[in-house]
């Protein structure tokens, strides 16, 4: 990375993973192994430089804007569609991350209208 110009930051946190950590110790490992290799194929996907992760925290690097917001849409949209453990599918902590990412959609942005995801939104304003 070029450190001439400017530089887009993206972080990212799982909110509530500190609650998490404390009532599920035991599975929450597996799925931030999931969640780290899925943040660290979108940033490089769109050449971005991860450049610190604290816990469940990535903090990214992107000589481009655009590469920012699409490499952020593609990590939402992997976690969203991630088969998260399926022989733990209904286990609560499963449950709760699905549950978290379904939060982050949020429900006025509208198009004809349809309600749309912020990741839909990102996408047509992107045009990605």
């Known amino acids: ?3 001439d110009g400017n530089i887009t930051f993206l972080f990212t946190d799982i909110e509530g993973s500190t609650k998490l950590s404390q009532e599920f110790p035991e599975k929450l490992s597996s799925a931030l ?3 780290d290799k899925i943040l660290r ?6 050449n971005g430089f991860v450049f610190k992760i604290v816990g ?3 903090c990214c690097a992107y000589e481009n804007a655009d590469d920012a917001v699409k490499a952020a ?3 939402q949209t992997e976690l ?3 088969k998260w453990d399926e022989q733990n599918k209904k ?3 499963f449950v709760m991350l699905q549950e ?3 939060k982050d959609e949020f429900e006025h942005y509208r198009e004809e209208g349809r309600k749309m995801t912020l990741v839909e939104a990102i996408e047509l304003a992107v045009g990605i």
């Open 1 to 3: 990375m070029n450190a």
């Open 91 to 93: 286990d609560s902590l």
């Open 73 to 75: 849409v593609l990590a």
């Open 56 to 58: 469940d925290a990535f």
């Open 33 to 35: 192994e999931k969640h």
């Open 100 to 102: 978290q990412l379904r």
């Open 41 to 46: 194929n979108a940033v490089e996907s769109y």
């Open 80 to 82: 969203r569609n991630e």
